[in-house]
């Protein structure tokens, strides 16, 4: 998950196996909260959102859940694949509040073996 | 198709010049933005533009400088006053009509300075 300090987190597991990738946000009036895949030298992907009325959301082979009261979210990925190998980010933004900007979190990078 | 396009891919700069960065996009979004990447690191944002005609500073504006004289287009200037701007630049779009949308991402560009 993600942690502070100047290494991006790395989370290692094989091929089949399930991935949790945690983040911790910072605003509590963030309502809308998104995941984004980041391949090499590309730009961050769209994978799944959630708004704050929600504890839980599913998508194909990935879940968001959202923890309001410690503010924190985390993607599952079921039967991770090597295409799954990217860096992951979670973003919030208090879209009620009127602002639409998205706010990143520093990022995992997960690494699938074959 | 619709999406948002960065060009060039790859630009070299010389200590001291300016340059600018290309975006375009044809979703008719009303919101862009420009985030820096630096290796390890998250996206922090430059600039972002709400409508035509009007953008607001974001976390780490200085040394850069943009326009939005038309919806499609976003350019970001990264001028000599930039000190350290090798990295790597991300343009998006979103909608603002919503609350709650995901930002779209260009490819980026990869400045480098010479």
């Known amino acids: 998950g993600e942690s502070v300090g100047l290494h991006l987190p790395t989370l290692s597991v094989q091929e089949g196996d399930n991935s949790i990738i945690n983040c911790a946000y910072s605003n509590s009036a963030s309502d809308y909260f998104i995941w984004y895949k980041q391949e090499s030298g590309k730009g961050p992907q769209f994978i799944i959102d959630?708004?704050?009325?929600?504890d839980k959301r599913q998508g194909q082979r990935v879940t968001v859940l959202l923890n309001k009261t410690v503010k924190h979210l985390s993607l599952q990925i079921a039967a991770t694949q090597p295409g799954d190998s990217a860096v992951y980010f979670c973003?919030?933004?208090?879209?009620?509040?009127?602002?639409?900007?998205?706010?990143f979190g520093r990022g995992t990078s997960l690494i699938v073996h074959p | 198709d619709g999406g948002i396009t960065q060009s060039p891919k790859y630009l070299f700069r010389k200590e001291g010049q300016n340059v600018t960065l290309s975006c375009e996009q044809n979703?008719?979004?009303?919101?862009m933005y420009w985030y820096r990447q630096d290796p390890g690191q998250g996206l922090r944002l430059i600039y972002y533009?709400?409508?035509?005609?009007?953008?607001q500073k974001g976390d780490i504006a200085e040394g850069y400088s943009v326009s939005r004289e038309k919806k499609e287009s976003f350019p970001l200037t990264v001028t000599s006053a930039q000190k350290n701007p090798t990295a790597f630049y991300l343009c998006a779009s979103s909608v603002t009509d919503r609350v709650g949308s995901e930002a779209f991402f260009g490819q980026g560009t990869r400045l480098t300075v010479v």
């Open positions: 959630i708004r704050s009325n929600m």
């Open positions: 973003a919030e933004s208090d879209a009620s509040g009127g602002s639409y900007i998205p706010t």
């Open positions: 979703l008719n979004h009303d919101a």
């Open positions: 533009s709400q409508i035509v005609n009007d953008f």
